[in-house]
């Protein structure tokens, strides 16, 4: 049986938390999308309950495969968020060739800005497609996967840092974000080299506090 296995990534742009990739394995013909689910699209242009609808319908369906890989925040701030978002593509790429015992043969498509270094991958011959989420249903069931992922994790650490709020804002800059930084200071699970001017002009009376994981 031929496979497309479709990878996407979820918070790269973000300030806290680790950047998150998902692979999922589609057959060849795979059609039996239930029609009672919100229309197939990319995590972004869904609502919450509505990926949690096809996120459990991915995890429940026999034939489609997935997995995911994080990277954290310190090594974020080491290699780069490209090269983050990259090592995390090739080992959730890895967790689902592992469950591929019938493949025949696999295409393998990431959404821009993905790029996969390894050769054992390279062998595959992987494609980059320009907004790959929206054109590819394989990268769309992808980037669903990631964002859950991410997101119940950005809900853990929300528990951990109370102050923070980053169940609502998932570790981006927003407003909310920027000013908790400022008043509380910098936690273990940001990423210090996307926070580097609010380090150097921290708001007035702010404790710098440095929290572990």
């Given at each position: 049986?031929?496979?497309?296995?479709?990878?996407?990534?979820?918070?790269?742009?973000?300030?806290?938390?680790?950047?998150?990739?998902?692979?999922?394995?589609?057959?060849?013909?795979?059609?039996?999308?239930?029609?009672?689910?919100?229309?197939?699209?990319?995590?972004?242009?869904?609502?919450?309950?509505?990926?949690?609808?096809?996120?459990?319908?991915?995890?429940?369906?026999?034939?489609?495969?997935?997995?995911?890989?994080?990277?954290?925040?310190?090594?974020?701030?080491?290699?780069?968020?490209?090269?983050?978002?990259?090592?995390?593509?090739?080992?959730?790429?890895?967790?689902?060739?592992?469950?591929?015992?019938?493949?025949?043969?696999?295409?393998?498509?990431?959404?821009?800005?993905?790029?996969?270094?390894?050769?054992?991958?390279?062998?595959?011959?992987?494609?980059?497609?320009?907004?790959?989420?929206?054109?590819?249903?394989?990268?769309?069931?992808?980037?669903?996967?990631?964002?859950?992922?991410?997101?119940?994790?950005?809900?853990f650490l929300d528990c951990r840092y109370p102050g923070y709020n980053l169940g609502a804002?998932?570790?981006?800059?927003?407003?909310?974000?920027?000013?908790?930084?400022?008043?509380?200071?910098?936690?273990?699970?940001?990423?210090?080299?996307?926070?580097?001017?609010?380090?150097?002009?921290?708001?007035?009376?702010?404790?710098?506090?440095?929290?572990?994981?």
């Amino acid at each position: 049986m031929r496979y497309t296995i479709g990878i996407d990534e979820v918070g790269r742009g973000a300030l806290a938390g680790p950047v998150v990739v998902a692979a999922v394995a589609v057959p060849e013909g795979f059609n039996s999308y239930p029609r009672h689910l919100p229309k197939l699209k990319d995590s972004k242009r869904l609502s919450q309950k509505q990926r949690e609808v096809w996120y459990a319908y991915i995890w429940e369906n026999q034939q489609l495969f997935s997995a995911s890989a994080r990277v954290y925040q310190h090594k974020i701030d080491r290699l780069n968020i490209s090269q983050s978002a990259n090592l995390a593509a090739g080992r959730a790429l890895d967790g689902v060739l592992k469950q591929l015992n019938d493949a025949d043969a696999i295409d393998v498509v990431l959404d821009g800005g993905l790029y996969l270094r390894r050769k054992k991958h390279l062998s595959l011959r992987p494609k980059t497609i320009v907004r790959g989420d929206q054109r590819r249903n394989s990268i769309k069931l992808a980037s669903i996967v990631a964002k859950i992922k991410r997101d119940k994790y950005l809900s853990f650490l929300d528990c951990r840092y109370p102050g923070y709020n980053l169940g609502a804002h998932k570790g981006y800059g927003t407003k909310m974000h920027f000013q908790a930084i400022r008043e509380l200071g910098i936690l273990e699970v940001h990423r210090e080299s996307f926070l580097k001017s609010i380090k150097m002009q921290p708001k007035a009376g702010s404790k710098n506090i440095v929290r572990g994981l």
